[in-house]
């Protein structure tokens, strides 16, 4: 059973530029993978799918400082997707 809630009314129908993986990963690396695709990509949809607990706090907070949204998470039965908006098109 999966559990999926938009966190904003953007919408992730359009693929991610990025997917990483980063399953197996402790805290901090699952941040630090999502900054390093962030600042290649420099503007565009990041996947990350993370099953270490701690991505559950650490990837909104990431968001937040770095002024990226977070526009869906989906719950899966042993990780958790997360889809980040980053670039000019997260601020409005």
């Known amino acids: 059973m999966t ?3 938009e966190t ?10 990025v997917t990483i993986d980063a399953r197996g990963l402790l805290c901090p690396a699952p941040v630090i993978e999502l900054a ?3 600042a290649e990509l420099k503007a565009g949809l990041i996947e990350l799918v993370a099953d270490d607990p701690a991505a559950e706090t650490d990837i909104p907070a990431w968001c937040r400082m770095r002024n990226a949204r977070l526009v869906h998470r989906e719950s899966q039965s042993n990780s958790t997707r997360y889809t980040i908006l980053i670039g000019t098109q997260a601020h409005g």
């Open 3 to 5: 559990e999926s809630h």
């Open 36 to 38: 390093k695709a962030a």
């Open 8 to 17: 904003s009314n953007e919408s992730s129908a359009e693929a991610p530029a």
